[in-house]
């Protein structure tokens, strides 16, 4: 197999695993979703987001990588915000 090919191979066998986390992490979101539902609680939570950068920033030993995990957070989490506040729409809608 040739270098791309092979790297490429590579690549999705780490997509895949990727996309389990993320569906398993995006169900969770649901999860804390319906919480905040049942308690009234804003979606966005400032404090535990900066936390989270922080301590997965932390983790990258790569230091040139560090901006671009950020990065990687900041939109995971906005999506994770974003299929909440679907949720809370949608449980709004049901009662009206
Ligand atoms: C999941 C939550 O909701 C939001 C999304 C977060 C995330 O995806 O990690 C973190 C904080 C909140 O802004 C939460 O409050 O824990």
């Known amino acids: 197999m040739n270098t791309h090919k092979s790297l490429r191979k590579e690549i999705d066998r780490i997509d895949e695993e990727l996309v389990k986390l993320f569906e398993e992490r995006m169900n969770i979101s649901v999860e804390v979703a ?9 979606v966005f939570d400032e404090m535990r987001e900066k936390e989270v950068i922080e301590k997965n920033v932390a983790r990258i030993s790569d230091s ?5 995990g950020e990065q990687f957070f900041n939109h995971l989490m ?19």
Do not use: F, M
């Open 78 to 96: 906005g999506l994770s915000r974003h299929r909440q506040q679907e949720l809370i729409n949608e449980e709004r809608l049901s009662k009206d």
């Open 34 to 42: 319906n919480y905040k539902i049942a308690n009234n609680i804003p």
């Open 64 to 68: 040139k990588l560090k901006e671009y």
